[in-house]
């Protein structure tokens, strides 16, 4: 079901609400509306959805193709995953990237995704700049210009990305290419999204013609429209852009290939580079999205893996400990779709032991139904992530979107949920033995290369010659499109007046013993998000003790001296809630986010987890294993390798310079005397500020504050206190990593604190340099020259210190290439004054940003959490807007010069030395190389 796959169906139905562990539910309940909307058809085949919401600032523009990677031309898997790239590309009357112009210029952004049945286009925009936006939307679907520079270079960053996303990254194989293809044996599913680099070459300037031609028309596609808008202006300007739009008088192809039943089970053993750990995948063939018994299979996912109260999570990964991971997706398409189960497995732990236990916890499904309590709890989980989906107008025109394209009907979302309500227990046994058998699976085992066996072979997975595929028949008569002159182009229309945002206004006031709490009020929708924020984290660290701050932050979930570590999961996740905790540079942290109706239970248990944590010490194992699992697997990601690599260069010794997960060696060596005491500086009422945000007044807020903490007492005189910074000189770094599918790239260097006067200076250069699609590095790294998916940049300022960093990843040959980009990038910034109007649009993306994070409950609590832990006041949040907008040319290039010149920056390039270090040597000298091996993350000469 969709639901859940994307997180952003949402609908109305009312489901009871679990309130103990093992007890049945009580009959609460919460209503959520259903999402209204207007539905109207063009002369031309054009489907138009408007939703309207005159309580945000913004307006969501999607338009959606039925057409994905399952239309793919013969011998052209990722075709259009490829044509999804060109389509931001020039059009008759717009140059190209200027969609990023008229999105990101102005404080909104834009995106599209390929899914395996539909490509969607979607922005988020000021509202008032609505017009421009149909204007462009409708532009390239009648005349979009395809020509062999944009398309020969659109295609060079589409096989970066699948480096980056599959070859690269550890696991990147099996779920992008292996799962699908021994998933299908027939319906071309069976191919991944992204394709293959022989597949990319394959395709020609003539065949994207064709397939925009083909499948780019008004009658195959819908236009979404939510947000603050005018519905009779909408309408009007519907008209005005789509309505002249040609439907083509060609039938559209379909896929109508049946995929066979599985009646025999299959399995297939591969060995691949830089696996860290062994990984096991499991599918079952489901029925198509749109099947009565999707609502059952949903449910049942929700109870096998959604939570640490899950069936997965309670035996795999906590009580036996097979995994550091396991996990299960409901894959639901327009045809058969999958069940997936999956876990990446602890280090020491057979993939025949994983494999055994997923299909065990599958067959618990066929063998006795649920219990009344996990079936309650998993409806109240899909509902309270049903409400987080209609926070901003953005989710509920994809909710719409979606529904629409895979089901068929607007109103899907809403009549999927309230099957959801309906569901029982005997239903999802019934599924389960319908759908999960043994004989209808289809199981990867997905070993690390170093466990293949002297002289064994290993299985291949590859697309059946049985799948079934077409040719792409190229109507007649396909129109050339050329750009117009330039004194002929029709340019876009001028936006109107602004909206202005509703920015939340936080209420203080601070508890007898010390404790602050905000309370940011909105009561549009029934959510409440808890976040209590500390001082402390990883800057308090000891030497040698890397990572305590976080364990001991994590541990505050996994057991009080009341609760054990499942009855706190059960309890909250049966409210439909969920809680999380974690330790940052500068500070620790423990939330929750429920239905506004069960807030106050919730905060009984968010008080208890924060106050009475028990650390016994077999979840300290447990945890220390998963870290340490968790910690092996980012060492085999190069980009990952490369951040941690970076840090500690900029950073030195500091704490700061330490990975805030720790290392192998630190973690092993932490005691739960080291524990406690990182607990001890953290958690105390006059260094803790309770934020709640949401639907919850500040007088309500007070008395569940005071119900809950007003008895908490400091038991301890030691303090959290950050410690300066001395940064060791910049260093030049490569890590080889041979079997690396791409190099990671970092040129970081020490900047300042939050605090800092030049912050919002410095925050817009930091985004004119790197931040978002239109920055400098990505225009020169990715745009110019294709060398890799994205490039940018980003500020981040502590309570004490700050650093500054560049970030890429890009094929192996290029990576010196790359860094001379980047400090070229980097120099430019202070050798001349930004200019104006370049200024503008990088401020707007600040600000745009800024409005986006404020949508949501989490938010909120996540900004105003992070003023709280960095020491800036809470006006901020009023200030933010008029602080960035007042940075003016001078002051960023002030800023640049001292903050952002490359001389004092570490460089670090973590992939396989051999193909770039001669180069790179040649421009630094200095260079020095650490092989993978010998990398050392505890100290900071790093060896």
Not at 28 to 57: F, H
Not at 227 to 236: C, E, M, S, T
Not at 325 to 346: H, P, R
Not at 765 to 790: D, P
């Amino acid at each position: 079901m969709r639901l859940l796959r994307s997180a952003l169906l949402l609908t109305a139905a009312s489901f009871p609400v679990a309130v103990g562990a093992q007890t049945a539910p009580a009959p609460t309940q919460v209503s959520v509306k259903p999402i209204a909307y207007t539905e109207r058809t063009l002369p031309n085949g054009l489907r138009v959805y408007a939703i309207r919401d005159t309580g945000t600032p913004n307006v969501s523009v999607q338009v959606w193709y039925d057409v994905g990677s399952k239309d793919d031309p013969k011998g052209k898997s990722g075709f259009a995953h490829m044509f999804e790239h060109l389509m931001f590309k020039s059009t008759r009357n717009l140059v190209s990237e200027q969609m990023d112009r008229l999105t990101e210029d102005v404080g909104g952004y834009n995106n599209a995704s390929t899914n395996d049945d539909y490509t969607n286009y979607y922005e988020v925009i000021p509202a008032n700049h609505l017009q421009r936006l149909l204007f462009a939307e409708a532009d390239r679907m009648a005349s979009l210009v395809v020509e062999p520079k944009s398309f020969g270079s659109e295609r060079d960053v589409v096989k970066e990305e699948l480096r980056q996303s599959t070859l690269s990254r550890p696991y990147g194989k099996l779920f992008s290419l292996y799962y699908p293809a021994l998933a299908y044996t027939t319906h071309p599913y069976a191919r991944g999204t992204i394709g293959s680099l022989e597949n990319l070459e394959a395709a020609g300037i003539d065949d994207v013609r064709a397939f925009h031609a083909t499948y780019y028309r008004p009658d195959n596609a819908i236009l979404v429209v939510s947000g603050n808008f005018d519905p009779a202006q909408l309408n009007g300007w519907v008209d005005q852009y789509f309505a002249g739009i040609k439907k083509p008088s060609a039938a559209i192809p379909r896929v109508t290939v049946p995929e066979p039943a599985r009646t025999q089970a299959v399995t297939r053993t591969v060995y691949e580079p830089n696996t860290p750990l062994p990984a096991v995948l499991v599918s079952y063939h489901v029925p198509a999205d749109r099947d009565a018994d999707i609502a059952a299979l949903t449910v049942l996912k929700a109870v096998l893996a959604t939570g640490e109260s899950s069936r997965l999570y309670e035996s795999v990964v906590y009580r036996d400990q097979l995994a550091q991971s396991a996990e299960a997706f409901l894959d639901t398409k327009q045809a058969t779709g999958n069940m997936v189960v999956y876990a990446i497995l602890a280090g020491g732990k057979t993939v025949e032991a994983g494999e055994a236990a997923l299909k065990r916890e599958v067959a618990r499904f066929r063998d006795a139904p649920v219990t009344t309590a996990e079936l309650a709890e998993a409806k109240n989980e899909i509902l309270t992530q049903s409400i987080q989906s209609r926070e901003t107008a953005e989710g509920k025109a994809s909710t719409l979107a979606s529904a629409v394209l895979v089901d068929g009907d607007p109103q899907a979302a809403d009549k999927q949920l309230a099957a959801i309500a309906r569901v029982t227990a005997a239903d999802i046994q019934r599924v389960a033995r319908k759908y999960l058998g043994d004989t209808q699976s289809a199981t990867i085992r997905y070993m690390p290369l170093s466990a293949k066996p002297a002289g064994g072979v290993a299985d291949t997975i590859t697309v059946a010659p049985t799948v079934q595929v077409a040719d792409l028949k190229a109507p007649a008569n396909i129109e050339i499109v050329t750009p117009a002159p330039e004194g002929q182009r029709v340019q876009p229309p001028a936006p109107s007046a602004p909206v202005s945002p509703t920015i939340p206004q936080p209420v203080e006031t601070r508890l007898a013993n010390g404790m602050r709490l905000v309370t940011a009020e909105r009561h549009d929708l029934p959510i409440v998000t808890a976040y209590l924020v500390t001082a402390g984290g990883a800057a308090t660290d000891p030497a040698n003790r890397a990572g305590v701050s976080s364990l001991s932050a994590d541990l505050l979930t996994k057991g009080t001296k009341t609760r054990s570590a499942t009855q706190i999961a059960r309890a909250v996740e049966g409210l439909g809630g969920s809680i999380g905790s974690s330790a940052g540079s500068d500070g620790a942290a423990v939330d929750v986010t429920v239905k506004s109706d069960q807030l106050a239970p919730a905060m009984a248990i968010l008080a208890d987890v924060a106050i009475n944590p028990a650390f016994a010490p077999e979840e300290i194992e447990r945890a220390r294993t998963q870290q340490v699992d968790a910690v092996t697997l980012a060492l085999k990601d190069p980009a990952q390798v490369a951040g941690l690599v970076a840090d500690r260069a900029v950073l030195g010794a500091s704490p700061y310079g330490a990975p805030n997960g720790g290392t192998p060696l630190s973690l092993k060596a932490i005691t739960r005397a080291d524990i406690t005491a990182a607990y001890a500086r953290s958690f105390q009422p006059g260094q803790a500020t309770l934020i709640m945000v949401g639907d919850v007044t500040a007088a309500r807020a007070k008395a569940l504050a005071e119900a809950q903490f007003g008895s908490w007492k400091s038991t301890s005189t030691a303090t959290a206190s950050a410690p300066q910074v001395t940064y060791p000189k910049p260093r030049v770094i490569v890590v080889d990593m041979p079997e690396a599918g791409q190099a990671g790239v970092v040129v970081a260097r020490p900047a300042i604190a939050r605090s800092d006067a030049r912050y919002y200076p410095l925050a817009v250069g930091n985004t004119v340099l790197g931040g978002g699609f239109s920055s400098r590095l990505n225009q020169e790294i990715r745009i110019k020259r294709g060398l890799a998916y994205g490039a940018g940049s980003g500020l981040d300022a502590g309570k004490t210190q700050g650093t500054v960093a560049a970030r890429t990843q890009t094929k192996n040959p290029t990576a010196a290439e790359v860094v001379t980009l980047i400090a070229a990038e980097m120099t430019r910034m202070g050798a001349s004054p930004v200019p104006a109007a370049e200024l503008d649009t990088r401020k707007a993306v600040l600000v745009g940003n800024f409005g986006r994070g404020i949508e949501t409950t989490s938010g909120v609590a996540g900004i105003l959490g992070a003023y709280v832990q960095n020491g800036v006041p809470l006006g901020e949040l009023q200030r933010y807007t008029g602080a960035v907008g007042a940075v003016d040319p001078a002051a960023v290039q002030a800023a640049a010069v001292a903050l952002l010149d490359p001389k004092a920056a570490s460089i670090v390039v973590v992939g396989d030395a051999k193909q770039f270090i001669e180069p790179l040597r040649k421009a630094y000298p200095n260079v020095e190389v650490i092989p993978e091996a010998a990398l050392k993350l505890d100290t900071a000469t790093l060896r």
